[in-house]
């Protein structure tokens, strides 16, 4: 009903919404940050939240005591009475779920998150220890051209060359040295456990900050089958966007004693207007993810991936750090001639999505790399399990053992698109897009 709004005053951007939701049913989706949200997340972030200008947030902060007050009002716009509902249920539930002492809500993304962190512990020039992009990390860790890497002095920790995974003897030596005001424990290509506890231990010794970013492993975390950072780290940050399977976005958990400092660096010193359209969304996602269904599908997520990784390495492709505890895995594809770019470009021409990576200590180039990065959360939340899994790693080996042989790409399309067929995505949205557009 709403869609056809949409198709009468822009029947291009119509075309753009139903053609993605077409890509997204008829390709396999294996790049490992993203989901597939619920028709229910939809539709909060499709609603009339979108109107509401919200700066500040729905309690104040005494001044004598640094509690929070909630019969106080602490917005600068009038008429928030509404949105402020869906805020503090937000906030509720993420406490509830990951056993936060406090969570902010209100970060645009998962950088914007981590820059918030970095300024609420410390000041432009501080020294910032965090894992190298190229072995895991995230441009937010102080990658010299993003934010963390011009506005702090970073230092940079590396996998181990033999197991690929981190090693905290080394981390202690490098943190003694560098002596860190912030160390950044997390990842965005690290197919093992975080150990966090470790990590605190480490932070502890040099009297440094941490901050646990875990933007991937935050669906895991929340259904306790990952070690939660909460209890170890100073601030926690997580995009809701990825395992979590939320809206596009972020929160920030953390300890009592940086709960006021943590708001007043979002708003007013990060952040204008919160986004409370995507707030409500979170706060679905949330209530989702507390379920028993939700446990199973993480459980699920990881299976697949165990399975995915197995299937591959039983046709001779090497699985960096030796396999994988979560839902993604890096691929080291220099046993097959081939580099992750090129990979990256073939599978796509058959509808198998996902991304380049490079693997540590990398011989190409970050633009080419020797690897591609494999999740499972959204094809997980399509329904699929290990037998499909399977059947993907040999559709995946076809492609590129046989790279060079376009000939035989429509064939292996077609078996993507009959596996697609069986796992609907979205059916009645995209029934309700093409009865739209055949008018
Ligand atoms: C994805 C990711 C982010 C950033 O999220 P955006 O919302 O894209 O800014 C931050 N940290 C890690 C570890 C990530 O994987």
Redesign the pocket.
């Known amino acids: 009903m709403y869609s056809e709004e949409l198709y009468k005053t822009d029947p291009e951007i119509f075309d753009v919404v139903r053609k993605e939701a077409e890509r997204e049913h008829s390709g396999l989706e294996l790049i490992a940050?993203e989901n597939f949200v619920s028709e229910a997340v939809i539709a909060a972030l499709g609603s009339v939240l979108t109107n509401k200008y919200a700066e500040g947030y729905p309690y104040k902060w005494t001044k004598d005591t640094d509690e929070i007050d909630y019969s106080k009002y602490g917005r600068y716009y009038g008429g928030c009475e509404h949105v402020d509902e869906g805020e503090k249920l937000a906030i509720e539930r993420a406490k509830e779920l990951f056993g936060a002492d406090h969570v902010n809500v209100q970060s645009h993304?998962?950088?914007?998150a981590?820059m918030t962190a970095y300024f609420a512990l410390g000041e432009p020039g501080d020294t910032l220890l965090g894992l190298n992009l190229s072995h895991g990390g995230?441009l937010?860790?102080g990658h010299p051209i993003n934010f963390s890497g011009r506005f702090f002095n970073v230092v940079q920790y590396e996998v181990d060359r033999q197991t690929e995974q981190i090693d905290f003897d080394t981390l202690l030596k490098l943190a003694r040295e560098a002596k860190p005001k912030i160390i950044v424990a997390?990842?965005?290509a690290y197919p093992r456990t975080m150990h966090f506890e470790r990590f605190r231990e480490v932070a502890d010794d040099v009297g440094a900050y941490l901050v646990a970013?875990i933007?991937?492993i935050a669906g895991l975390v929340a259904a306790d089958l990952h070690v939660s950072p909460v209890p170890y780290a100073d601030i926690v940050t997580t995009?809701t966007?990825?395992t979590l399977r939320g809206p596009?976005g972020?929160i920030i958990m953390c300890k009592k004693e940086f709960a006021r400092t943590v708001d007043k660096v979002s708003f007013p010193g990060m952040q204008g207007g919160p986004l409370e359209h995507v707030i409500a969304a979170k706060a679905v996602a949330f209530k989702e993810a507390a379920s028993d269904e939700f446990i199973t599908y993480q459980k699920q997520t990881i299976a697949n991936a165990k399975a995915l990784a197995e299937a591959l390495t039983k046709l001779d492709y090497r699985m960096v750090a030796g396999g994988t505890d979560t839902h993604l895995m890096l691929v080291d594809l220099r046993s097959k001639g081939v580099t992750g770019r090129k990979a990256e470009r073939r599978l796509e021409k058959v509808g198998i999505t996902c991304n380049r990576n490079t693997i540590p200590y990398d011989p190409e180039k970050p633009f080419v790399t020797s690897g591609i990065r494999l999740g499972t959360p959204a094809l997980t939340t399509r329904g699929m399990k290990e037998p499909e899994m399977a059947n993907i790693a040999e559709l995946i080996d076809e492609l590129i053992t046989n790279i060079e042989e376009r000939d035989r790409y429509p064939a292996i399309k077609a078996k993507v698109e009959e596996l697609c067929e069986s796992f609907p995505l979205y059916p009645r949205r995209r029934t309700e897009y093409k009865n739209i557009s055949a008018r």
């Open positions: 940050s993304s998962g950088t914007t981590n995230h937010s860790h997390g990842a965005s970013d933007a991937h995009t966007h990825k596009r972020a």
